[in-house]
């Protein structure tokens, strides 16, 4: 068996990063952890706080994406590790939806979006699928 999430009004919902799971990180409270990954595009510059602050996750990825704002340099290099940091947080931050994680067992979780074949399976389900990736990672830091 396979699970497959990518909106947050489905069964799995809770995976993706637009889900309204709030957590303390870094000393901050952010809403979801899409706000938290895109913020960290550019740590150390009023962006940051800029996005912690917008209203939704669709809104702090809009921002994340826009290149005018000054990507740090080492970001293709950590990104992994930025959404291992925040999935992890909100995880352990939320049991409810830690125990919807953990009940997958052992099976194959992949973020079914069409549109992006890093974090998810894109359009013709042969990307990365790097969030799904992080997700049976975190599962198994929970178990431990």
């Known amino acids: 068996m396979t699970i497959y999430f990518y909106s947050t009004r489905e ?33 150390g510059t009023p962006h940051v706080e800029q996005i912690r602050l917008v ?11 826009e290149r005018t704002r000054p990507l740090r ?10 959404m291992r940091k925040a999935v992890l947080r909100k995880f352990e931050t939320h049991a409810d ?9 052992n099976v194959e979780i992949i973020e079914n979006s069409p549109i992006d074949s ?6 013709d389900g042969s990307g990365k699928n790097m969030l799904g990736i992080i ?10």
């Not at 340099?73 to 930025?82: A, L, T, V």
């Open 11 to 43: 069964q799995y919902g809770c995976f993706s990063n637009f889900s309204s799971h709030g957590f303390v990180l870094d000393d901050l409270y952010w809403s979801t952890s899409e706000h938290y990954f895109q913020a960290q595009k550019f740590i």
């Open 55 to 65: 209203k939704t996750p669709k809104d702090a990825a809009k921002m994340g994406r």
């Open 73 to 82: 340099p080492d970001w293709e290099d950590i990104k992994d590790d930025i």
């Open 97 to 105: 939806i830690r125990e919807i994680l953990l009940d997958t067992g």
């Open 118 to 123: 890093y974090w998810g399976c894109g359009a």
């Open 135 to 144: 997700l049976m990672e975190v599962r198994e830091i929970l178990r431990s």
